[in-house]
């Protein structure tokens, strides 16, 4: 069955809002991104490590998930290598996100912790899967072959790897965890708290990789008049509104093969204008 007009409309104004903005408001003043040398690579040891800390039988509370996702982290980050470019803007993430849950910040707090845990394996899923020659899915896929193309920056990296979870993997743990309409409240604090987080990604992959990830965040103009934190938090709020959107359509049977099929057309439509972005100067 054909998806309601406005929820298509929606969710592909604001994913445009959130991407092609950043776009149209740096080409300005970004210069040409030079080319890039090839990073180091982790050896196998190391890789092995990295399956085991991600294997599902290892994360199935969110400290655990917390602890290996920072551990992944810190064992690509260490060695300037260019696939744990997400882990590290997840690390931060999580550092922000699991007191507010541990403070009881949510009116929900079973469900807080619930899609967060369910959300993260996702991103853990697909690392596993990449660490031990397993098939990856799609978009994590996409994800490894862009952080092992020796053209592309840490920044393009580590935004392949929010499109992929914040547009597919998040309505997809919305929808598991069975989020009822009234948790909208709950899934925008959530989406405030992520702001907070935005200037330690930015210099934690300013330190590991090099890339500056400033204007993603503060969306260029508009950042320089609302202020860099408010920008980041709009830029992670539009994002995360058509992934709640997603979710709405994914948990009815009328719109579920649209939703999902809206799902992959906003991911596809991002990674375009990431690599307009990327290819512009902006990271």
Known sequence: MKKPAGFMVSAFTAVTMAVGLLV???????????ASACAPRVDAGVMAEIADISAPENNRTLQDARDNVTEIAELWGDAGDPRGGFAVVYKEILDTTVPSIERGDYDDSQWAED?????VQRYLAGVHAHATGEPVPAPWELYYRTATDCEHSGGRVATSGMSAHLLLDLPAALAAVETPAERWDDFNRYGEV???????IIREIEADYGTDLTELFSVSIVGDVIGSERA????FQTVRAVAWASSRALMSPATEGAGEAAMWAEWH????????????GIF
């Open 115 to 119: 899609l967060a845990v369910d959300f």
């Open 269 to 280: 439509a991002s990674e375009v204008v990431l690599d307009t972005a990327e290819a512009i």
């Open 232 to 235: 980041s938090g709009i830029f």
């Open 194 to 200: 992520l702001g907070t987080a935005t200037p330690n």
């Open 24 to 34: 149209g408001t740096a080409t300005s003043t970004a210069q040409a991104r030079p």
